[in-house]
Nanobody
């Protein structure tokens, strides 16, 4: 059974940091690009970052560039998203996903096949 389990979300003050984790099982982790998406209340789901299976290269949305770092521990089948300098606009449910996206669709949710249940992040002032 394919599973992606997110953890690490919670309540954090503006300017604070969080590290989200995505533990994968049930598929060949090394063969898949893993991405983080988020969805704020009343908004569409947004691609945040991904780490590619081919060479470990990464991509970030402009909204988090410079504040987020994605990394992977292949021995643990786990991907992390370190978020710093958090703002109220980062408040959302964060999801990890696995797939084989095209080069132009790295942060396009339509190109991912496996999804976790999400972990909520609330940034308060």
């Amino acid at each position: 059974e394919v599973q992606l389990v997110e953890s690490g979300g919670g309540l954090v003050q503006t300017g604070g940091s969080l590290r989200l984790s995505c533990a994968a099982s049930g598929f060949t982790f090394d063969d898949y690009t893993i991405a983080w998406f988020r969805q704020a209340p009343g908004k569409e789901r947004e691609g945040v970052s991904c780490i590619m299976s081919t060479d470990g290269s990464t991509k970030y949305a402009d909204s988090v560039k410079g504040r987020a770092t994605i990394s992977s521990d292949n021995a643990k089948n786990t991907v992390y998203l370190q978020m710093n300098s958090l703002r109220s606009g980062d408040t959302a449910v964060y999801y990890c996903a696995a797939g084989h996206p095209s080069v132009t669709g790295l942060l396009n949710d339509n190109e991912y096949v496996y999804w976790g249940q999400g972990t909520p992040v609330t940034v308060s002032s």
